[in-house]
């Protein structure tokens, strides 16, 4: 687990502009054993699961940065530095999530197992990872609806159905 923020890749920046580098920065984070994702990851950890070994809940946080080349040169900064440590300044990335986009064509928030939108009060969620210096900052999370409508809920509907077919006939 790398807790700093630590450089993943220095490549050239989108727009072309050669005297700007984009650099890809990650951490991984720990989440709490008090959530109900890391309790479970918590006690399960090295079990085997549908997806392969059960590890410790891990989050990993990624953010892109255009840098100068000239500062790039002066922190001599390569892949795999811990990036606080070369620039001298203390960093972290947060999360934020927002009802707006934070860029134009930016897809909101899905449920990757299946593939709902999320939203909070019927408006799309979108989710931003920043770097930031600011170490009190913390991430801005926003609590999204609940489906009603489960496959497990689904399911259970016409099954419940099915029954109700059997004891009436």
């Not at 809940?57 to 922190?75: F, P």
């Not at 892949?79 to 860029?103: L, N, Q, R």
Request: aromatic fraction near 6%; proline fraction near 4%; charge should be negative.
């Amino acid at each position: 687990m790398r807790k700093s923020v630590y450089v993943a890749s220095i490549s050239d920046a989108k727009n072309g502009n050669e005297t700007l580098k984009r650099v890809e920065l990650r951490c991984e984070i720990q989440k709490p054993v008090n959530s109900n994702s890391g309790k479970i990851n918590f006690l399960l950890a090295g079990a085997s699961g549908p997806k392969g070994e059960i590890g410790l809940n891990m989050e990993k946080r990624v953010t892109w940065e255009n840098i100068s080349v000239k500062n790039i040169d002066a922190w001599d900064l390569k892949v795999g530095d811990d990036f606080a440590m070369k620039t001298g300044i203390p960093c972290k990335i947060v999360v934020k999530e927002s009802t707006t986009p934070f860029y134009e064509g930016q897809n909101p928030k899905m449920n990757p197992s299946t593939g709902e939108i999320l939203t909070k009060d019927g408006m799309e969620i979108y989710r931003n990872q920043v770097l930031t210096f600011d170490l009190s900052d913390t991430d801005s999370l926003i609590r999204h609806d609940v489906s009603l409508e489960t496959p497990f809920s689904t399911e259970f509907a016409k099954s419940s159905e099915k029954l109700e077919d059997v004891i009436n006939s």
